[in-house]
Structures are given as C-alpha cells and as structure tokens.
C-alpha cells in the first residue's frame, strides 16, 4: 500500500475528489494517509478531519523563506513514511530538497493545459483569467510529475475543457474543476500506487490495466 500525503493551501475540493474516490475503492493499492496544509484553518484540513484523516500545518509565515518550509514538510513526509506526494492546491513553490526526496514521487494537479497558462504566478483564479484574456476557446487540467521547474515536470495526463462565451473566471474555474481536474487527479494517484506509471525523459508511459 502506497501511503499518500496531500499538501493543500485552501479549500481542498481536489483533496475531496481524493477523499471521495478512496471511499468508492477507485484508490487502488493507496491510502491517503495525511494531509499537510500550508495555511491553519484551511477548509481542507475540515474536509481530512471529516473523514478520519489526520492533519498537520507547516504554516508558510512560521518560515522564514520557502526552502526553510520546504526542509520542514521533508521531514514530517518522512516522519510519516510517505510513498506519493500530492499538491492539491498548494500555493507556494517548494524548493529542491522536495524533489530529491522524492524524485518522480510527486503529482501536481495545474487548472490548464500545460505548457499553456503555467508557470510562476499562474495559480489558481489567475489562470483561469489569463486564458479568458487570451480568447482560448479550450483549456483544461494537467496532472504532472514534480521537477525543479515550476510547472515543468513530466505529464501523467491532461484532460480538456471547452471555454463557453460568457464564462467568467470563476465559472471557467469550476467547469475545469468538475470535468477535469476532480477526473484525472485521482485517476493519476490510483496509476501511480498501482506502479503503472514509468518515466522516460518527458514522457510518462502508462501500463495498461482493467
Ligand atoms: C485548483 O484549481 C488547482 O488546480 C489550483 O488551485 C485550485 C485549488 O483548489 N492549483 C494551482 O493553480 C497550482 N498551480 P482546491 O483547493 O479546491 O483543490
């Protein structure tokens, strides 16, 4: 059983796809086993706590800078003999020490295409309005594996999403949260604790299952 960690800044609806797939079994061979958040009083730490999930706060202004933060969620991984790192919604860059402690061990769930609307100060909301602002009529979500670059490391899957006219940057948000990120973040998750997914330069193979 691979023991998953998902680390989260607010308030965690990619966290409950997790929750709610594991209950359904679509989990297979994971278990989310903590959620760390960035922020205390995140709803995401409600949303773990409802369901038996233990939560823990690595406050980002408890740190004096990113790398700091970074060594300490390390060592609470580590603690709790983490196998797969989920950001779910994490707002802050981490730094390298979390990719060399777990080197094509961590997903990401971005709300675009990637290597469209990505990168530094492509988060949240602001994606969804910079894709409005360039006139996209399809954007979508992206899982990824984790590397030293913002936003640039392996695809594991992408899923898209059709922009519709007078969509605003928060109805486009949760049209990509509903059709794409909810579908392919734990779809992601259940193919990485099942060791179906390889990595050979940029590009992530997935062995075929039921
Ligand atoms: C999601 O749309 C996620 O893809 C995005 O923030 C939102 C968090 O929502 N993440 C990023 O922009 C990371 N670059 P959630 O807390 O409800 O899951």
């Not at 990168?119 to 954007?139: D, I, P, Q, R, S």
């Not at 594991?156 to 999403?161: D, F, G, S």
């Amino acid at each position: 059983m691979t023991r998953i960690a998902v680390l989260v800044s607010g308030g965690g609806t990619n966290l409950q796809a997790l929750i709610d797939a594991q209950t359904r079994g679509e989990l297979k061979n994971g278990v989310i086993a903590a959620v760390l958040s960035s922020k205390a009083g995140a709803y995401a730490l409600e949303r773990a706590q409802k369901a038996g999930i233990p939560g823990y706060v690595v406050a980002r202004k408890d740190y004096d800078s990113n790398r700091a933060m970074t060594q300490a969620l390390v060592a609470r991984l580590k603690e709790l003999d983490i196998g797969l790192v989920v950001l779910a919604g994490f707002m802050h860059i981490l730094t390298e020490e979390m990719v060399e402690a777990y080197p094509n061990a961590i997903l990401n769930v971005h709300p675009a295409l990637i290597p469209s609307f990505c990168g530094a100060g492509y988060y949240g909301l602001h994606v969804h309005e910079k894709a409005l602002a360039y006139g996209v009529k399809v954007t979508g979500a992206t899982v990824h594996f984790v590397n030293e670059e913002p936003d640039g490391g392996p695809i594991v899957l992408q899923k898209a999403v059709d922009v519709l006219p007078g969509d605003t940057p928060e109805t486009l948000q949760r049209r990509v949260m509903e059709q794409a990120e909810w579908v392919i973040l734990p779809r992601a998750v259940s193919l990485f604790c099942q060791g179906r997914l390889s990595v050979e330069g940029r590009t992530v193979l997935i062995q075929e299952g039921e």
